[in-house]
Nanobody, 127 residues
Framework: QVELFESGGGSVRTGDSLRLSCAAS????????MAWFRQAPGKEREFVAG???????????DYADSVKGRFTISRDNAKNTVSLQMNSLKPEDTAVYYC?????????????????WGQGTQVTVSS
């Protein structure tokens, strides 16, 4: 059984930065696709960023258009962690952020394609 634990959320002002971390336990996740999703009040859960499991080509990344150039996803396979560096935060980034893992290498863009989820961490950005 895989467990995911997020940390790093908080309340910040517009333009500030935050770094979210997700630690995976239960098994090595080196070949698993990982992603961050978020859900704002009254809205559906949406894909934010994803990173593929390792291959000879490395681990490709994908981002939602709304966060490209501001957010960076990375993984440390030795520590079984994935991180989301969020810069230039905006009020519309306010949401609960969830870490997810799937039993496939490639990044997927819908939540139903992920097999494990963390409990979520709140990010609040005020103007």
């Amino acid at each position: 059984q895989v467990e995911l634990f997020e940390s790093g959320g908080g309340s910040v002002r517009t333009g500030d930065s935050l770094r979210l971390s997700c630690a995976a336990s239960g098994r090595a996740f080196i070949t698993s696709g990982m992603a961050w999703f978020r859900q704002a009040p009254g809205k559906e859960r949406e894909f934010v960023a994803g990173i593929a499991g390792i291959s000879w080509r490395g681990s490709n990344t994908d981002y939602a258009d709304s966060v490209k150039g501001r957010f960076t996803i990375s993984r440390d396979n030795a520590k079984n962690t994935v991180s989301l560096q969020m810069n230039s935060l905006k009020p519309e980034d306010t949401a609960v952020y969830y870490c997810s893992l799937r039993n496939s290498r490639e990044v997927a863009f819908t939540g139903s394609q992920y097999d494990y989820w963390g409990q979520g961490t709140q990010v609040t950005v005020s103007s």
